[in-house]
Protein backbone atom coordinates (compact mmCIF):
# COMPACT_ATOMS: atom_id res chain seq x y z
CA UNK A 1 0.00 0.00 0.00
CA UNK A 2 1.25 3.38 -1.10
CA UNK A 3 -0.11 6.83 -0.39
CA UNK A 4 -2.00 8.44 -2.92
CA UNK A 5 -0.20 12.09 -3.46
CA UNK A 6 2.45 14.27 -1.45
CA UNK A 7 2.11 17.97 -0.89
CA UNK A 8 4.03 20.21 1.02
CA UNK A 9 2.42 23.31 1.81
CA UNK A 10 5.44 25.81 3.20
CA UNK A 11 3.22 28.13 5.42
CA UNK A 12 0.10 28.03 6.81
CA UNK A 13 -0.63 31.05 5.02
CA UNK A 14 -1.07 28.70 2.06
CA UNK A 15 -3.40 26.36 3.59
CA UNK A 16 -6.90 27.76 2.10
CA UNK A 17 -5.60 27.30 -1.66
CA UNK A 18 -5.23 23.45 -0.97
CA UNK A 19 -8.32 20.77 -0.96
CA UNK A 20 -8.49 18.21 2.12
CA UNK A 21 -10.68 15.97 0.30
CA UNK A 22 -9.42 12.39 1.32
CA UNK A 23 -5.98 13.44 3.16
CA UNK A 24 -4.15 13.24 6.14
CA UNK A 25 -2.76 16.71 6.94
CA UNK A 26 0.81 16.46 8.83
CA UNK A 27 1.24 19.55 11.10
CA UNK A 28 5.55 19.80 11.34
CA UNK A 29 6.86 22.49 13.76
CA UNK A 30 10.44 20.80 14.20
CA UNK A 31 11.68 23.41 16.78
CA UNK A 32 9.50 22.79 18.82
CA UNK A 33 5.70 22.02 19.38
CA UNK A 34 5.30 18.72 17.46
CA UNK A 35 8.54 17.34 18.71
CA UNK A 36 7.23 17.97 22.28
CA UNK A 37 4.08 16.69 21.33
CA UNK A 38 5.75 13.09 20.36
CA UNK A 39 7.50 13.45 23.12
CA UNK A 40 4.61 14.18 25.73
CA UNK A 41 2.36 11.63 24.52
CA UNK A 42 5.10 9.00 24.34
CA UNK A 43 6.02 9.54 28.31
CA UNK A 44 2.48 9.08 29.20
CA UNK A 45 0.61 11.83 28.33
CA UNK A 46 -3.11 11.44 28.45
CA UNK A 47 -3.70 13.70 26.07
CA UNK A 48 -2.56 17.26 24.69
CA UNK A 49 -5.34 20.00 23.93
CA UNK A 50 -3.79 22.33 21.21
CA UNK A 51 -4.80 25.92 21.40
CA UNK A 52 -4.10 28.95 19.05
CA UNK A 53 -4.14 31.85 21.48
CA UNK A 54 -3.17 32.58 25.31
CA UNK A 55 -6.67 33.51 26.31
CA UNK A 56 -7.58 29.53 25.38
CA UNK A 57 -5.56 28.21 26.96
CA UNK A 58 -6.26 30.53 30.26
CA UNK A 59 -9.86 29.24 30.03
CA UNK A 60 -8.59 25.64 31.07
CA UNK A 61 -6.98 27.25 34.34
CA UNK A 62 -8.51 24.86 37.90
CA UNK A 63 -9.15 22.24 36.03
CA UNK A 64 -6.48 19.92 36.99
CA UNK A 65 -4.73 20.61 33.61
CA UNK A 66 -1.45 21.65 32.97
CA UNK A 67 -1.13 24.55 31.05
CA UNK A 68 2.06 25.34 28.43
CA UNK A 69 2.56 28.87 26.32
CA UNK A 70 5.07 29.82 24.35
CA UNK A 71 5.53 32.83 22.50
CA UNK A 72 8.67 33.88 20.24
CA UNK A 73 10.98 30.93 21.82
CA UNK A 74 9.68 32.11 25.41
CA UNK A 75 7.48 30.40 28.80
CA UNK A 76 5.25 32.94 29.02
CA UNK A 77 5.23 34.33 32.83
CA UNK A 78 2.32 32.22 35.13
CA UNK A 79 2.26 29.11 32.56
CA UNK A 80 3.50 25.67 33.97
CA UNK A 81 6.03 25.56 30.95
CA UNK A 82 6.72 26.70 27.36
CA UNK A 83 7.63 23.68 24.38
CA UNK A 84 11.06 22.01 25.21
CA UNK A 85 10.53 18.91 25.14
CA UNK A 86 12.38 18.50 28.59
CA UNK A 87 9.22 20.19 29.76
CA UNK A 88 7.53 16.91 28.80
CA UNK A 89 9.41 14.10 30.69
CA UNK A 90 7.31 11.15 32.27
CA UNK A 91 7.74 12.55 35.49
CA UNK A 92 6.36 15.59 34.49
CA UNK A 93 3.26 14.65 32.42
CA UNK A 94 2.28 11.10 33.01
CA UNK A 95 -1.56 11.00 32.86
CA UNK A 96 -1.97 14.78 32.77
CA UNK A 97 -3.75 16.22 29.70
CA UNK A 98 -1.46 19.28 28.52
CA UNK A 99 -3.14 22.26 27.38
CA UNK A 100 -0.65 23.98 24.92
CA UNK A 101 -0.51 27.32 22.56
CA UNK A 102 2.61 28.28 21.08
CA UNK A 103 3.71 30.84 18.43
CA UNK A 104 3.66 29.12 15.22
CA UNK A 105 2.34 25.07 15.68
CA UNK A 106 -0.89 25.15 17.74
CA UNK A 107 -2.36 27.95 15.10
CA UNK A 108 -1.05 25.32 12.39
CA UNK A 109 -3.54 22.26 13.94
CA UNK A 110 -6.32 24.36 14.24
CA UNK A 111 -6.00 25.63 10.42
CA UNK A 112 -6.33 22.09 9.48
CA UNK A 113 -9.24 21.06 11.16
CA UNK A 114 -10.32 20.66 7.70
CA UNK A 115 -8.53 17.52 7.23
CA UNK A 116 -10.06 13.62 7.16
CA UNK A 117 -7.32 12.98 9.93
CA UNK A 118 -4.36 15.42 11.67
CA UNK A 119 -1.19 13.68 13.07
CA UNK A 120 1.67 15.32 14.00
CA UNK A 121 5.22 14.47 12.70
CA UNK A 122 8.71 15.27 13.77
CA UNK A 123 12.38 13.53 13.65
CA UNK A 124 11.48 11.93 16.74
CA UNK A 125 8.71 9.74 15.74
CA UNK A 126 9.48 9.74 11.55
CA UNK A 127 9.94 5.77 11.25
CA UNK A 128 6.57 5.50 13.61
CA UNK A 129 4.42 8.40 11.40
CA UNK A 130 5.50 7.16 7.82
CA UNK A 131 4.88 3.35 8.59
CA UNK A 132 1.32 4.66 9.72
CA UNK A 133 0.76 6.86 6.83
CA UNK A 134 1.98 3.90 4.38
CA UNK A 135 -1.25 1.85 5.98
CA UNK A 136 -3.47 5.12 4.93
CA UNK A 137 -4.15 5.17 1.64
CA UNK A 138 -4.46 8.78 1.28
CA UNK A 139 -3.56 11.82 0.08
CA UNK A 140 -0.49 13.18 2.10
CA UNK A 141 -0.04 16.79 2.79
CA UNK A 142 2.70 18.05 4.91
CA UNK A 143 2.02 21.60 6.57
CA UNK A 144 5.52 23.63 7.75
CA UNK A 145 4.34 25.23 10.72
CA UNK A 146 7.12 28.22 9.81
CA UNK A 147 7.35 31.35 11.81
CA UNK A 148 4.97 33.96 12.02
CA UNK A 149 3.33 32.35 8.36
CA UNK A 150 6.82 32.87 6.70
CA UNK A 151 8.93 30.34 5.44
CA UNK A 152 11.16 27.70 8.08
CA UNK A 153 14.30 25.53 6.95
CA UNK A 154 14.14 23.14 9.33
CA UNK A 155 10.10 22.10 8.96
CA UNK A 156 10.90 22.12 5.39
CA UNK A 157 13.62 19.93 5.55
CA UNK A 158 11.86 17.51 7.40
CA UNK A 159 8.66 17.60 5.19
CA UNK A 160 11.23 16.98 2.48
CA UNK A 161 12.73 13.80 4.75
CA UNK A 162 8.67 12.40 5.06
CA UNK A 163 8.51 13.06 1.22
CA UNK A 164 11.70 10.47 0.53
CA UNK A 165 10.31 8.17 2.94
CA UNK A 166 6.79 7.74 1.42
CA UNK A 167 7.17 8.02 -2.40
CA UNK A 168 6.74 5.14 -4.05
CA UNK A 169 6.63 4.19 -8.07
CA UNK A 170 3.76 6.59 -9.62
CA UNK A 171 3.12 8.36 -6.71
CA UNK A 172 2.67 12.14 -7.50
CA UNK A 173 4.45 14.94 -5.85
CA UNK A 174 3.45 18.60 -5.88
CA UNK A 175 6.57 21.30 -6.50
CA UNK A 176 7.27 21.99 -3.04
CA UNK A 177 7.60 18.33 -2.24
CA UNK A 178 10.23 18.20 -4.96
CA UNK A 179 11.53 21.30 -3.17
CA UNK A 180 11.44 19.97 -0.04
CA UNK A 181 12.94 16.60 -0.85
CA UNK A 182 15.75 18.40 -2.57
CA UNK A 183 16.60 20.26 0.45
CA UNK A 184 16.87 17.05 2.63
CA UNK A 185 18.81 15.19 0.29
CA UNK A 186 21.51 18.21 0.33
CA UNK A 187 21.03 18.46 4.33
CA UNK A 188 20.80 15.01 5.48
CA UNK A 189 24.56 14.35 5.54
CA UNK A 190 25.20 16.85 8.70
CA UNK A 191 21.71 17.54 9.57
CA UNK A 192 22.67 19.47 12.83
CA UNK A 193 25.72 21.46 10.74
CA UNK A 194 22.86 22.15 8.13
CA UNK A 195 20.42 23.21 10.75
CA UNK A 196 22.23 25.63 11.98
CA UNK A 197 21.62 28.01 8.84
CA UNK A 198 17.85 27.86 10.04
CA UNK A 199 16.94 31.45 11.76
CA UNK A 200 14.86 29.95 14.47
CA UNK A 201 17.73 27.37 15.49
CA UNK A 202 19.77 30.78 15.75
CA UNK A 203 16.74 32.07 18.23
CA UNK A 204 17.03 29.20 20.41
CA UNK A 205 20.70 29.57 20.78
CA UNK A 206 20.32 32.94 21.85
CA UNK A 207 17.55 32.29 24.02
CA UNK A 208 20.60 29.54 25.55
CA UNK A 209 18.07 26.67 24.63
CA UNK A 210 20.68 25.18 21.84
CA UNK A 211 20.22 21.77 23.64
CA UNK A 212 16.35 21.66 22.70
CA UNK A 213 17.65 21.64 18.44
CA UNK A 214 20.46 18.61 18.67
CA UNK A 215 17.06 16.74 20.68
CA UNK A 216 14.45 17.42 18.09
CA UNK A 217 16.73 16.37 15.24
CA UNK A 218 16.96 12.83 17.08
CA UNK A 219 15.44 10.33 14.82
CA UNK A 220 13.19 7.43 16.11
CA UNK A 221 13.03 8.56 19.55
CA UNK A 222 9.54 7.35 20.23
CA UNK A 223 7.14 5.22 18.91
CA UNK A 224 3.69 7.00 18.79
CA UNK A 225 1.98 9.22 16.46
CA UNK A 226 -0.17 11.93 17.57
CA UNK A 227 -3.74 12.13 15.82
CA UNK A 228 -5.92 14.95 16.91
CA UNK A 229 -9.74 13.48 17.70
CA UNK A 230 -12.34 16.47 18.56
CA UNK A 231 -9.81 18.79 19.94
CA UNK A 232 -7.45 16.46 21.51
CA UNK A 233 -4.15 15.17 20.62
CA UNK A 234 -3.96 11.31 21.31
CA UNK A 235 -1.90 8.06 20.77
CA UNK A 236 -3.08 6.97 17.84
CA UNK A 237 -3.08 3.58 19.85
CA UNK A 238 -5.66 4.90 22.37
CA UNK A 239 -8.16 6.34 19.62
CA UNK A 240 -11.81 5.31 20.57
CA UNK A 241 -14.05 4.70 17.64
CA UNK A 242 -16.08 7.61 16.35
CA UNK A 243 -20.03 7.27 17.54
Not at 87 to 96: A, H, L, M, N, Q
Not at 115 to 126: E, K, Q, R, Y
Not at 175 to 187: C, F, G, H, P, W
Not at 205 to 215: E, P, Q, S
Amino acid sequence: MSVKSIRVCLSPALLPYYDFTDTVAVVIDIFRATSSMCYGLANGARAIIPVAEIDECLAYRDTGYLLAAERDGKVVDGFDFGNSPFSYTRDKVEGKTIVLTTTNGTRAIRHCQAADTVVIGSFLNISALTDWLLRQDRHVLLVCSGWKNQFSLEDTVFAGAMTLRLRGTGVPLDDAAIAAQSLYLEAREDLDAYMTRSSHSERMRYLNIGKDIAFCLRENVVNVVPVLQGDQLVSSEALQPVS
